[in-house]
């Protein structure tokens, strides 16, 4: 006779088994990956808050442009430390680890998998998007209530991103074929987020677009965490949730094409 | 009830039918060899019972629960070694052991490691890196690993190709002491000498399907007689021998740079060769005639 047992989905037990093993790795090889996703972002925030803050441009919306590169800098942190880490370490986990063929050897689901990785990542990216917004309070920028809700946007928008690094691992065929990744998607909406500069004197046509970008948004909430919510902030907000949402189905499903035959 | 019941399983990948209507039942408290060439449907008929594959026909049963449906609470109380090794090569071994017992909710994480250490005799390097093992050591991890939640079942899916005879004769003693626990163990190879020493049955699959089955000793009994006589000679000679002993009515075998003459106890006097060598017929010889592939 057939016993019948109900299995829920998204068993949290599940989910924390494989975060047990992100969190055992990563206690491997942080100090590497905090340095390069810590030091990226300081980087481009002192060439281009101190470098063009100091020749060309003192204020953008009527604040001292470092403290505005340095707000918008949680952003690239952000997709630098999810996008990336999530297409590539899922990418070598699944080719060369094999490593999904032992998880879902145990009682785990592809779903429970690609929930747990994309947790762990953002849960990373929380804390290294804030990287910059404390760095630039050594440069006037003063600490604000709503601050306290920029690692929860950074939170949802990189739940969004490594959905997105999933996906893409998951579809590309070799792994060097993440530099049309990179080239065609990272690059842009990194470039394209209101970071460097207001993307209000950008063509019509280009504002509507960089709209639709994430980063943009997250950007917006960030200066509206440390300089003032307008209203619909919560409209971008919903807009992060959304992406989530989208991405991480999305990547599920990817996923589940490619690990069960 | 059966640990494992297969019926008319087929799966397709394109044009390639990997498992062609395959039935298979394991007892439960068995050791089953699933012997087979490489391609024979091995590792895909393993990929279908942990719902890594799922079948376009037939019935899955494993531990009593239907699969693909029920896959998650069968997988629950199986364990598995794969033929690759995919340990975590940076963390520590208890660590690696850990991992794998939180994945199978075992309750004391901490008891389950020590039994797992102590079965892979690996007690005294728990908090060394595995990239530090060496490769017994780290096989002997792998099949741990599998058993961290003293599973009612595991499936073994080659657990020594590639290994070299020493850490092999290791790994057959661990799968042997698990075998005398009376845990159900389906094991697929095409190491003969695997099958034969750890196997209360074997089953020969060959494309997709399990063509023989039974006690190694019985199969032998069945197909290949009781004794194989073995010619040596050059290319030209083996060929025109070959010819003339078929017509004789025995059925002959390459071994290599020799042929095989199957059953030559039954053989008329002045069929086989005077310089014959004459030996007691194995497995391979079953093997090698009903699948037509040299053994390994």
């Known amino acids: 006779m057939t016993r019948q047992r109900a299995t829920r989905r998204l068993e949290p037990a599940a989910i924390a088994g494989v975060m047990s093993r992100e969190v055992a790795n990563f206690r491997t090889?942080?100090?590497?990956?905090?340095?390069?996703?810590?030091?990226?972002?300081?980087?481009?925030?002192?060439?281009?808050?101190?470098?063009?803050?100091?020749?060309?441009?003192?204020?953008?919306?009527?604040?001292?442009?470092?403290?505005?590169?340095?707000?918008?800098?949680?952003?690239?942190?952000?997709?630098?430390?999810?996008?990336?880490?999530?297409?590539?370490?899922?990418?070598?986990?699944?080719?060369?680890?094999?490593?999904?063929?032992?998880?879902?050897a145990a009682p785990v689901d592809v779903e429970e998998l690609v929930s747990a990785e994309m947790l762990w990542i953002a849960a990373r990216s929380a804390v290294y998007g804030c990287v910059p917004l404390i760095v630039t309070f050594f440069w006037g920028l003063d600490p604000a209530p709503g601050m306290l809700l920029v690692p929860l946007f950074c939170f949802i928008t990189a739940l969004g991103f490594s959905g997105f690094g999933v996906a893409m691992a998951a579809t590309v065929a070799k792994i060097d074929q993440f530099n049309y990744v990179t080239a065609l998607f990272v690059t842009p909406l990194f470039l394209v987020a209101g970071t460097f500069f207001p993307i209000s004197g950008l063509p019509q046509g280009i504002q509507v677009a960089a709209n639709l970008n994430p980063l943009h948004q997250l950007v917006e909430l960030v200066r509206g965490g440390a300089f003032g919510f307008e209203p619909w902030d919560l409209a971008r907000f919903a807009f992060l949730l959304a992406f989530a949402l989208v991405t991480w189905r999305v990547a599920i499903h990817r996923m589940r094409a490619r690990l069960i035959d | 009830m059966a640990a494992i019941e297969l019926s008319g399983v087929v799966k397709r990948f394109g044009q390639i039918t990997a498992v062609d209507g395959l039935d298979l039942e394991v007892?439960?408290?068995?050791?089953?060899?699933?012997?087979?060439?490489?391609?024979?449907?091995?590792?895909?008929?393993?990929?279908?019972?942990?719902?890594?594959?799922?079948?376009?026909?037939?019935?899955?049963?494993?531990?009593?629960y239907e699969l693909p449906a029920e896959s998650k609470p069968a997988r629950a109380e199986m364990?598995?070694?794969?033929?690759?090794?995919?340990?975590?090569?940076?963390?520590?071994?208890?660590?690696?052991?850990?991992?794998?017992?939180?994945?199978?909710?075992?309750?004391?994480?901490?008891?389950?490691?020590?039994?797992?250490?102590?079965?892979?005799?690996?007690?005294?390097?728990?908090?060394?890196?595995?990239?530090?093992?060496?490769?017994?050591?780290?096989?002997?991890?792998?099949?741990?690993?599998?058993?961290?939640?003293?599973?009612?079942?595991?499936?073994?899916?080659?657990?020594?190709?590639?290994?070299?005879?020493?850490?092999?004769?290791?790994?057959?003693?661990?799968?042997?002491?698990?075998?005398?626990?009376?845990?159900?163990i389906l094991m697929s190879t095409h190491y003969i000498e695997e099958a034969e020493r750890l196997s209360d049955e074997v089953a020969v699959m060959h494309q997709g399907k399990i063509i023989s089955r039974g006690h190694p000793a019985h199969l032998i009994a069945e197909h290949a007689g009781t004794h194989t006589a073995e010619v040596y000679a050059p290319p030209q000679r083996l060929t025109e021998l070959r010819a003339s002993i078929e017509?004789?009515?025995?059925?002959?075998?390459?071994?290599?740079?020799?042929?095989?003459?199957?059953?030559?106890?039954?053989?008329?006097?002045?069929?086989?060769?005077?310089?014959?060598?004459?030996?007691?017929?194995?497995?391979?010889?079953?093997?090698?005639?009903?699948?037509?592939?040299?053994?390994e």
């Open chain 1, 29 to 104: 090889y942080w100090r590497g990956t905090t340095f390069s996703s810590v030091l990226e972002p300081l980087v481009y925030l002192l060439a281009f808050g101190l470098g063009l803050g100091a020749t060309l441009v003192a204020n953008v919306e009527g604040v001292p442009y470092i403290q505005f590169v340095g707000t918008g800098m949680v952003a690239t942190a952000v997709i630098f430390s999810s996008a990336l880490p999530s297409m590539f370490g899922t990418f070598v986990k699944h080719r060369f680890q094999n490593t999904y063929e032992a998880i879902l």
């Open chain 2, 27 to 64: 007892p439960e408290g068995i050791c089953l060899g699933l012997l087979g060439p490489n391609g024979a449907g091995k590792s895909t008929t393993m990929r279908l019972l942990t719902g890594q594959a799922i079948a376009d026909e037939g019935e899955l049963r494993v531990l009593g």
């Open chain 2, 79 to 184: 364990g598995v070694v794969p033929q690759l090794d995919n340990l975590d090569v940076d963390v520590t071994v208890e660590d690696n052991l850990a991992i794998f017992a939180r994945l199978y909710r075992v309750p004391d994480v901490g008891a389950a490691v020590d039994r797992a250490l102590d079965l892979a005799r690996l007690r005294d390097r728990r908090r060394d890196a595995v990239d530090k093992l060496s490769g017994g050591m780290r096989r002997r991890l792998l099949l741990a690993r599998g058993l961290v939640h003293e599973p009612r079942l595991v499936l073994l899916d080659e657990p020594t190709v590639g290994l070299d005879p020493q850490i092999r004769t290791e790994l057959w003693t661990l799968i042997g002491e698990l075998k005398a626990r009376g845990t159900t």
């Open chain 2, 247 to 295: 017509a004789a009515g025995l059925r002959v075998r390459p071994a290599g740079p020799a042929i095989a003459i199957v059953g030559s106890e039954a053989a008329a006097d002045g069929v086989v060769p005077t310089d014959a060598v004459v030996r007691a017929a194995t497995l391979e010889d079953v093997f090698v005639l009903l699948t037509g592939e040299e053994a």
